[in-house]
């Protein structure tokens, strides 16, 4: 990771995440959710950030977390958005629907697009990307969770008869 000096104020360029991907793991990973937490007041409220770190206990380490196949349930019951923060070139080569592509780095110019009346699920790959933006959404108040097993584990959950079941039951929502 390195900093950076942009428009005068500080922010964080994340270089360390291919490290955590070769078998760092889960302490690299709060090292980068700790730094880009200090340079997202640039973003956002420093009090927002703040609060939602102050108030972290097990309680909400837990309630930050979502699996597949809750989420699966909540999709079917209109009640989450799923948020693949994946850059758009990743997104093109593969895709599991129903999901809206908004990559991490344009997440702070696009909040627009995100609906604040459902769980906000994040999600890439394996849960890097969707850790760094699930925290930057509860710092906007956004309702957010990252899903624990990313979005291989959620094809997983979504192969023969259950993408079937699947994508019939979102079909039915939109009626």
Known sequence: MKAIKK????TCKVVALKEMNQGR???NLLGIILFFGMGL???AGADQLESYISS???EA???MKMNSKELIRLLKEGKAQLIDIRFPEEYAAWQVGPSRNISLNELPSRLGE???NKVVVTACPH???AIIAM???RSKGIQAKYLTDGLIGLAENLRGDDAGDFMYALKMLEK
């Not at 428009?7 to 500080?10: I, Q, R, S, V, Y």
């Open 7 to 10: 428009n005068g104020k500080a």
């Open 25 to 27: 793991g889960m302490k």
């Open 41 to 43: 007041p640039v973003y």
């Open 56 to 58: 972290f206990d097990y």
């Open 61 to 63: 380490r837990i309630e």
């Open 114 to 116: 995100i609906d604040k």
């Open 127 to 129: 849960k890097d990307r």
């Open 135 to 137: 925290v930057y959404l």
